[in-house]
């Protein structure tokens, strides 16, 4: 068999992974021949039980106390994280990089101060490949073997991270493009589910999911354009957040199509814990990031505090694919704790806004040069397109290469989806005065897809499209039991018939099921107030 | 001569326009043959004195409380400014319709209920004519022939300031493709300085200026995306302000290149009195207008405190063309009172910035179809072009037609321009912890140009390519004695030469001079703050 140029290239980044990972000390002992289909019992198997107390024992919060009143050093903490990451990879190939020695000398350095040096003294944090880091030299490819050894970039946001105390330590994988909502590159192959090997882990910031989902880290940073922060959050049980664009730093990624303004992604938290949420947002906005990047929305952080009771709108589905079984349960199940707890809820009834044609917007948004430049670097590596890229490219009919005649006319279209949406929601308000609060709706049409399936973005991509922030939380798992396929169900159209033909409650063991909280424009800090209040209501703390 | 068709249909929109002004009850009399340079005088010589209390006794906070308690009704002060306007029509040429019935009906309905309905209850407001007003059947050209006749559209801020209890009262001239710094179309002609007929009125929202530079208005409706609300302001002696970028809502005018997103135009408050810059924002923003237009940023007015003594830096120039010495004897005069009243006045040193560079990047954006769009539009109307046109399309080397990667390209180019800027801004704060509050500048490198010669928009432009938020406030009048030529300059460049060479105080006999503070993005609170400390230190109220 012959080596092509872009398998040798490939092999060298993966060649160099792997040796960041060997460093690990002591050696991970006892690993399976085998891998487990759930990879959630691996840890206590091979950790040491103190490892296990570091990494699952405490919330984010409860870390950074003990961080802080040195009842744990961060090197511990750092060495904890490091192995269980290691091991997560060993899992679910969830790692491109381990940052064993720079994170280790970071946190002695963290721990020779008399002072923590800020609100994330000592806390371990993992991000997304193409991000880069802190590290001096640091390379980035973003998934593309013709950006294998490139220089990283320099992101503002790690900047305030890195001086709120934080230890960058491990980096994760994403699909080529950046834009699967799974994830598997030519570079590193695919990232599993640490619940389910046979199911995705979500994607793009899919390794940072499967990091997360295995508590190989308590919070990282993933970015989202369609989904990319909110579905593979959903999908490994894990709380994701991307707030609304322009809000947090996101300037200095090794990316593609930089200049493009049609639709903006975003960075945003992806954590172990919801308080992790908020916590992340103060740091990042606590700096005033706009006095440095002037893309940027001046506007402070601002708790938000319900003075009445919550109205919700459940989005029981978007008009275009009916969700799986187990995702209506939850649905279901958190809006009834809703109501249990005095809020009202009331239907979002979305169909006149016809999603359908959202998605055709977004998809053109996404490649308004009609994918020229990104396969134009898929060629220059001479890697092979994989499925899913040629779905959100060559499949999409609305995809055009366009004139600036052509641009505009898009971007007023989408402007009118967007006001049409902003009058709907104003208008849930007219009769009564108590305008809707956030909508509650499903994150993905199911559970995490079993691979390559993941063909279906508007769960997701809807809120994109629209600008609104979203929160992410676990809910459920599949229960076979309660969760039967609905025999009577007639699919209205070809989407909806091949996410029907997907589901049976089998294929989806111990997947998580999710839910997603979204809010009106700007209205960020509302939406995490709303997340603590119905987690509250299902007799969460 | 025959006469051309676009020549016979613009002549039918100025014989609409004419029986419009000719609606005058009762008519004006004592009109003088000759008009004079100076329009000041002309009003004592023709209103009542009734009238000329109305129109020029009062602020437009005084006006307003008139208005509230109904010491003067909504009908007299509304003839009494159309009587006005129709007076500022006959000396500077400044409208595209006089909306007599209606804005009297609108009046008559005001004054009919038992209570004012809003902030801006019986006070007349006049508008740019593309904008449109809320007359039914309103028609808008946006100074292309081809439109003459075409329906207005409906702009939300008009919405908002009608439910406040305004009267719409005027339409206002703009200059062909709204993209002068002057205001001349083949529809409606030459409007003419109000200070001097020799000299521009400025542009593009140069009616508004003329008309509120005779008191023929106290507050209006101007747009902003090269310096269209703060170049004519600043030339008739009035106020004016552009706010940040999607802070006010701006969609529904009639205008062109729909949907292009490179830079924004914003609209704004031109006005007799500094204090309803601030008022306006407060009526605009009051009613939350991000929750029917969600291009808008979410963020309330909250008015700005200073806690310390400002800090000011002092643009004296911009790196390209020298300010004629007028307007540098105002910023010497400005700057003097500032440092008088214990603020700190520092240098804005801005050459390493590049400023040229900034005005070819910002042309290119204007036009990344190259103008294809606009000129079409002209020849779909058959109108000449006018030279003024040819500079900002045809002259600006930069202007180029893009494909998307041109484009991209282009916005990431403004994107390190905005960038540097801010980081410049930010550093100024470095030494001592004090960072520069705003730049106190010129809004143009001299008081009005003589016709056809505004062809230097790099002191307004600048703010605009970095979204800033300005306010133009009026501060003195050319004085031939004090502002003698510099004989000695020697101009570094062409533009440099040209403006120079522009100059003699003769040429600019009663021309107002003003200034222009300018904020950091979003900071639109804290210039109108500045400009109340800047105009106290100036001894004024």
Redesign the interface.
Known sequence: MTIQPWEAKASIARTKRDESVARVEPPLQGLPDTLPLNSQELPKAILTSKEIEITEKYSVTELLAKLHSRELSAEEVTRAFLRRAALAHFATNCLTELLWDEAIERARYLDSLPEPVGPLHGLPISTKEHHGTKSPNGTANASYVAWIGKPQGSILLYDTLWDAGCVFFARTTQPQTIMHLETSSNIYGRTVNPYNRDLTCGGSSGGEAALIGMRGSVLGVGGDIGGSIRCPAAHTGIYGFKPTVKRVPS?GQRTH?????TIFSTLGPMTTDREALELFMKVALSVKP??????L???EWTPYKFTRPLKIAVQWWDGVVMPHPPMIRALKEVSEACKAAGMEVVDWDCESLNHRRGWEITAALYW??GG??VLGLLEEGGEPILPLTKFIIHEQPSVK?????G??????ER?AY??A???H??NTGKADGKEVDVILCPPSFGAATPHEQSRYWGYTSNWNL??YPGAVFPVTTVDPEKDKKDLDYKPKNAEDQFVYDMYTPEKYKDAPVSLQIIG????DEKVIAALTEIERAMGRK
Request: charged share 40%; aromatic share 12%; hydrophobic share 30%.
């Open positions: 300037g199509m930089i200049g493009k303004e706009w006095r440095l990047d002037p893309s929305t001046a506007k308004p040069d020229e430049e290469k366009l004139d600036q005649h641009l505009w006319k898009l971007c007023a402007d967007r006001e949406y902003a009058k929601w104003t629209l600008d009106r424009r700007h209205y």
